[in-house]
């Protein structure tokens, strides 16, 4: 059979996808040095690439309107845009709102940023059409996100996952994992996303993929009071449900004597009760047909998959400033959410009619009739009306409670008119507690139909009933329980000095001390076959059982019966006893137990210069981070022959140099030429580093023994990064950009397992290392318009659309070359946009090519792909007044299919996925 119990093992959720006192920075390494010439060199070079660049800003500049207003400095708030005369008369003007609001301070963002960014900026107070920053993020050029557990969970960019995620320009993370999940942020809380896809000296550390800065609401941002309520329901097609989407934001500043003041604070509550499912055809075996000469590409298993959940997020944020003069600010800002998932994974598994014979391997099972895909030795269909086969259920009923909170305190002082000071002190916790319980049963078909059929695997049981309880016998079972928890405390103290007019332009400096502790432990019962219970009908056990939803496509079995979710869930001391006798929780393991405490200290410089070549003004930005890096790393290792846990403690600390370049050439007022290079890291995982390793020698008939556990040794991912862009504003709302990206790594991290003998015993051996070289490159297109030079209700058309193409490979210790794992060739986006009077509305369609996932997967020696991905969603609004705005949001118009198969043949199928298609109504009230 396979699938495996590890596949029904407790995984890593979605809140699965630092540092404070400690050792003074050290002196860099000769790697600095080497870094600072790779700097000088740099600048030297981009010089003659930007000088290039001036003969096609010539030829532009010849066609470019006169130069728009100077923008705003791209860390400013976003400001309120100007009134735009569009009549010939004095008196009559149109203020920019809504849409054309939002892209002109994207763009002015973009245009006079220092570095390669993107952004995203509410057009008003909480009328994002997405529910979460996750799903907003899937329009940025270069950035691919993927949907599962009912919403848009994993997001890279330009192929790549390593990113820092920053919320208000400060590091936030969930349990001890390094990354901030996206979707736990609410799109009615925010003002604007920065995606940074350049380093910077002045930013923090670790990613190298990019930065991405989600910015939420302050009082200063507003000129008087503001109160917005919102509220939503969305249907999902799928589950079949109706859940609520509720917000609100209330904010006011005042003027008083000791300064003007302003208070904000903004709440938010969503309910996804979501359905994704699964039709999957097991790992590709190759199987002796009698009479055939070919050996047929087959499984000995298919099934169906039920993602079932119900998940309530509460988020809240606040925010408090105080201006006590004009050079003065202090602010006091909190976000905090807390996750209620409750959800499982339904598997129905059945045997298709194989055996496994000692001497001629897998053959048809008597009776079994097989047919191949036409022109191919895959499998088509296998039928069999005589077969005593075996098929089972399990029902992994999961419970996440996660809290996630941030605190800080800053403020800013304008010393005189060339020195300003900023400083902040923050402190972040984030826990999760999660319970897996598992139940299987079994049952006995006579006859079988099965096929690969749309991407995925049908199989049915003619005259068998799998809604009846009475077919279904209890198998075994098992209650898992864990705990990941994070805490940090970080200040950091920067400086910015403005140096004049001359060819330096401005120098800033900054220091970040942090602590970070990461820890994470579970439970590890073994799986329970010797029950009581085990053998007896399923209908003997009224309360325990559930009859599954009905399933999506025609993929064979509609439902079936299974353990029911919320009766594991409910009753875990009824369970325990079932299972072991006792209602006792099961103690944690001491060997899945990692503790880590990592403590940071950084410093860095940024100098801004400008100088003019053939006339055209430059300006480049030259930075250098230092970062010490300490670890204590604390597990357990245990030998299984012996049964003796060692703990296991290690210290290890490291300094890295990081410099940064960049030059950007104003070619023209609209034409705007950049060049950046920078050197960045991106830390392994906490769960990566623990020293714990456990030894399971061979046994219950397997033939090896195992080694697994963390490796304290690995070394951060680097990466060098070149950027060369060319953007054209042609409009305040309109642009045309496109950029060239290459991507140099060493060190990068996978999950690899090899084989060793000892005391003649043979073990395979699993721990992450790191690649020896990998590399990624390719370029980006973006265009945005409105056209509101078309006659009429034309005139409220606009495009936005980008295209991202990129190659590369990745080569590990062995000398193995593979493709670049998560890495789609092209992808695009395009979104259409409609905004004149009283309405509005957008149409966005993403798609990505296909992409390699994992190779190897698992045991078998091959690739697994993907194929390619294809969203469509859609908005409409109407403003009923000034106040009051409905709106209609429709996400998965297409109903993606998610296909994945072997060895880059879409025919060699592992399985296909749906997701729910949501309608979503709202109704806007600002004040």
Known sequence: MSTTRSELRPARTSHSPAAFSGSPLQAASGDTERDRGFALRGV???????????????????????????????????????????????????????????AESAQTIKQNSDQVVDSIVAEDIGKFPDKNVAELLGRVTGVQIQRGNGEAGTVIIRGLGGIVTLLNGREFFSDSGRSLYLADVPATMLNRIDVYKTQEASLPEGGTAGVIDVRTNRP?????????????????????????????????????????????????????QYHDERAFVGDPLLVTVPGRQNQVVASDSMGRVLDLGDRRRVAGNFALQWKP???????????????????????????????????????????????????????????NTNYPGWGFTSTQAKHDDARNMQLALGGTLQVNDKLKLKTELA???????????????????????????????????????????????????????????????DWRGDADYDLGDGFFKEFSTGLRLAKRDAMAVQTN?????????????????PGIWAVSPSTWGDFGVKQYAYASRDWLLDNGAAFREMLTGSTDLTAYDPTTRFDDTEKTSSAYGRLKFGFDLLGKPITGVAGLRLVHTSQVLRGNSKDNATGTITPVNIDTSRTDA??????????????????????????????????????????????????AGGNPDLKPTESNNTDVALEWYFTKTGAITGTLFDHKFKNRVMTQTTETTIDDVLYRVTKPVNLTTAELHGYELGYRQFYDFLPGWLSGFGLEANFTFMTGSQTDAAGNTTTFLGQSRKGYNVVGLYERNNIYGRLAYNWRSKFLAESPYRTTGRELWVAPLRTLDASIGYNISKQLTVSLDVTNLLNQAYHDYFDSNPSLVRDVRYYDRTVAVGLRWKM
């Open 220 to 272: 200063f941002d507003f000129k008087d009071a503001q109160l917005f309520i919102n509220a939503r329901g969305e249907r999902r097609d799928k589950a079949k449900t109706n859940n609520p989407d509720l917000s609100t934001m209330a904010s006011n500043r005042w003027k008083t004597d000791l300064g003007e003041m302003g208070a904000l604070i903004g709440l938010s509550y969503q309910r996804g």
């Open 44 to 102: 030297t070079s981009a010089v003659v690439i930007l000088s290039c660049l001036m003969g096609a800003g010539s030829a532009l500049a010849q066609a470019a309107p006169a130069p728009a207003p100077a923008p705003a400095p791209a860390d400013a708030p976003t400001p309120p845009a100007p009134p735009a005369a569009t009549e010939k008369t004095a008196l009559d003007t149109v203020v920019v709102t809504g849409m054309r609001k939002s």
């Open 658 to 707: 990081l410099p940064t370049i960049s030059l950007r050439a104003e070619l023209t007022p609209r034409l705007i030429g950049r060049l950046v290079w920078g050197k960045t890291i991106e830390r392994p995982a906490f769960s990566d580093y623990n020293p714990a390793t456990t030894v399971s020698p061979p046994g219950g008939g397997v033939t090896y023994g195992t080694i």
């Open 325 to 383: 003069s004009k050079d003065a600010e202090v602010y006091l800002e909190g976000f905090a959410t807390k996750i209620n998932h409750r959800y499982q994974q339904s598997f129905l598994v059945g045997g298709i009619g194989l055996v496994n014979d000692p001497n001629l391997g897998w053959i048809p099972a008597d009776g079994s009739v097989i047919t191949t895909k036409p022109g191919t030795d895959n499998l088509d269909t296998i039928t």
């Open 525 to 541: 019962m073994a799986w329970t076959t010797s029950f009581s219970a085990v053998g007896q009908s399923l209908a003997n056990f």
């Open 427 to 489: 402190h972040t916790h984030s826990k999760i507690d999660w319970v897996n319980r598992i139940l299987d049963t079994g049952y006995n078909p006579t006859s079988t139909v099965a096929s690969v059929k749309d991407s995925g695997g049908f199989i049915d049981y003619p005259g068998l009933d799998l809604t009846n309880p009475a077919n279904f016998h209890i198998n075994g079972g098992v209650d898992v329980r864990g705990v990941r928890e994070g805490n940090s405390t």
